[in-house]
């Protein structure tokens, strides 16, 4: 999770000049490594437990899933969910403190971990748990990245455009019933998701004029979001 669409190193692997020394090279590989499998491993744990809340959802409804009390799993996921944030955080700054990207690595990263020491506190963890579907596209994303490959192209932006921002705007709206602050955390976290997407669109192997999107696609967007 950390560092989403700009691990600024690993990424960028491909376009490494030659002039670079083969130690350079072989140590990015290690940082993004280690960062990578500690990603992935996090993310199929979160994304299993999410597939079973996100089933919950369409049998049960969003609000009688909020409303419902915490369960251990919730707390545990959580608690997870935190101690994941810690952990890489203090691996980022011993192996790889150049490669981080503060505004989407540190800064989400910590945003995360204050947000779940909160839902702990107050015993809201169920809040949560219904995002952990999110995590889905993060494991495709490491898997690309183990493989070596820097190209993201659609299978992944379709992933993250359905879990992201279309379901997190639902799951985000749902919310405002049940507690303003988390709503409005919902809400910081939606744009968040809409840079990366943005800045993924207009980046990752499209060129500027193919990357924009007509007057009929913009509006179809819109419709999917307001009738979902």
């Given at each position: 999770m950390l560092r989403k669409f700009y691990p600024r190193r690993s990424i960028e692997l491909g376009s490494l000049r030659s002039t670079q020394g083969t130690s350079s090279i072989l140590d990015s590989l290690t940082y993004s490594n280690t960062h990578t499998h500690n990603n992935n491993t996090h993310s199929l744990l979160t994304s299993v437990a999410g597939i079973v809340m996100f089933k919950d959802v369409c049998e049960l409804g969003f609000t009688e899933v909020l409303e419902s009390q915490e369960t251990e799993m919730s707390r545990y996921l959580a608690t997870m969910?935190?101690?994941?944030?810690?952990?890489?955080?203090?691996?980022a700054n011993v192996e790889y403190v150049n490669e981080l990207d503060w505004e989407s690595g540190g800064l989400h990263h910590v945003a995360y971990a204050v947000f779940c020491s909160y839902l702990l506190y107050y015993k809201q963890t169920m809040f949560f748990s219904v995002f952990l579907v999110?995590?889905?596209?993060t494991i495709y994303l490491s898997?690309?990245?183990?493989?070596?490959e820097k190209e993201l192209k659609w299978?992944?932006?379709t992933m993250f455009y359905l879990t992201r921002i279309l379901y997190h705007s639902v799951a985000t709206y749902a919310l405002l019933e049940q507690s303003t602050i988390c709503f409005a955390a919902g809400l910081v976290v939606l744009r968040?998701?809409?840079?990366?997407?943005?800045?993924w669109w207009t980046s990752q192997g499209m060129k500027l004029k193919q990357a924009q999107l007509t007057l009929k696609q913009k509006l179809a967007i819109l419709c999917t979001m307001v009738v979902i």
């Open positions: 969910f935190l101690a994941y944030c810690v952990m890489d955080l203090a691996i999110e995590e889905i596209p898997w690309k990245r183990i493989r070596g299978t992944f932006a968040q998701h809409m840079q990366w997407f943005g800045r």
